[in-house]
């Protein structure tokens, strides 16, 4: 999956089959603002997963 933009927001996922965690990158005009860990199973985090953690941090910061 690539990067992703919302209003302005980078949001960048990158993931280790391994370790079963990833992170998403959120920046804004090529500022790093931080990131989102998760956990996930399987070969890679499912899309839906991603959607949802995006969409909840633009809900809770008002993006």
Excluded: W
Excluded at 33 to 43: L, Q
Aim: proline share 3%; charged share 25%; glycine share 10%.
């Amino acid at each position: 999956m690539g990067a992703v933009e919302r209003n302005g927001y980078r949001f960048e996922p990158e993931y280790s089959v391994i370790k079963q965690n990833g992170a998403i990158h959120v920046s804004n005009q090529g500022k790093y603002i931080e990131e989102i860990k998760f956990t996930f199973s399987g070969e890679n985090p499912e899309l839906d997963q991603i959607e949802q953690l995006i969409d909840t941090y633009c809900e809770q910061r008002g993006i």
